[in-house]
């Protein structure tokens, strides 16, 4: 018999605007449409097959009402294939690329009806089923995880400047620093989506008892190198997660 999976989860998004684009899904719980300056969910799950993640529509977005909308929509979706994997007992690759397919669809729907552009989303999540899980990402949201005094990033930005670091050309730092001005170069939205599937997901990964996982929009990753981040989350254990979540949310706030 397998041992229960036991996650606590806390998520927090937060905007100096009147509809904050990024928004928080903790397995089953989500955020994607509100004025609230600060938004916070924290829940402690045992359901077989659990959904994390976040989404930004800020980066392409114009229209902030329509991508609220959009959001929603999108959410709605994650939930349902949320609910349909956990009474299965698996996480079905097929059935989340599916879902990444909807949500591009939704996007250049609701760009015609609009008579708009398609306004891209930024989305990285993790899916976890007893000690394995594989993590999902479009755009330049982040996923790492943390593992005693390391955290290790586990997905790469789609970025055009991405390729540069892939090739030798810069390396971390600099692209750290050259990040802000170059555009993303896969997203929710995408024309030619249906034909990139194998760039948007990790191979199926071992976690353990104890990892910490931190999902997070680049309103975090610009704010906080990945020394700082190691800093941070140093005797983490110890530490109640609403206050590292304070600290990561006043800091990219500033």
């Given amino acids: 018999m397998s041992e229960i999976l036991t996650v606590s989860a806390s998520g927090i998004t937060a905007s100096k605007q009147d509809i904050n684009l990024d928004n928080i899904y903790v397995d089953g719980r989500y955020v994607s449409d509100h004025t609230e300056p600060q938004s916070r969910i924290s829940k402690t799950s045992t359901a077989d097959v659990q959904v994390y993640a976040v989404t930004d529509a800020g980066a392409l977005a114009k229209d902030r009402e329509r991508a609220a909308r959009d959001t929603d929509s999108i959410y709605r979706d994650l939930y349902r294939i949320n609910e349909e994997m956990d009474a299965d007992g698996f996480f079905d690759r097929q059935a989340i690329w599916q879902f990444l397919l909807n949500a591009g669809d939704t996007l250049q729907t609701s760009a015609y009806r609009a008579n708009g552009e398609v306004q891209g989303m930024s989305f990285a999540g993790i899916f976890l089923q007893n000690g394995k899980g594989i ?9 790492y995880v ?8 586990i997905t790469d930005d789609h970025l055009e400047v991405t390729t540069l670091l892939q090739n030798g050309i810069i390396n971390q730092d600099q692209m750290e620093i050259h990040k802000k001005n170059s555009r993303l170069s896969a997203y929710l939205g995408m024309e030619g989506l249906e034909a990139e599937e194998d760039i948007f997901f990790t191979k199926t990964f071992k976690f353990y008892a104890g990892d910490i996982f931190l999902i997070c929009t680049d309103g975090v990753s610009d704010t906080f190198r990945q020394a700082d981040l190691e800093r941070l989350f140093r005797n983490s254990h110890d530490v109640d997660p609403s206050v590292i979540l304070q600290v990561l949310s006043d800091r990219a706030y500033d």
């Fill in 135 to 143: 993590a999902v990402h479009a755009g330049d949201s982040r996923i």
């Fill in 146 to 153: 943390i593992r005693g005094d390391k955290v290790l990033k």
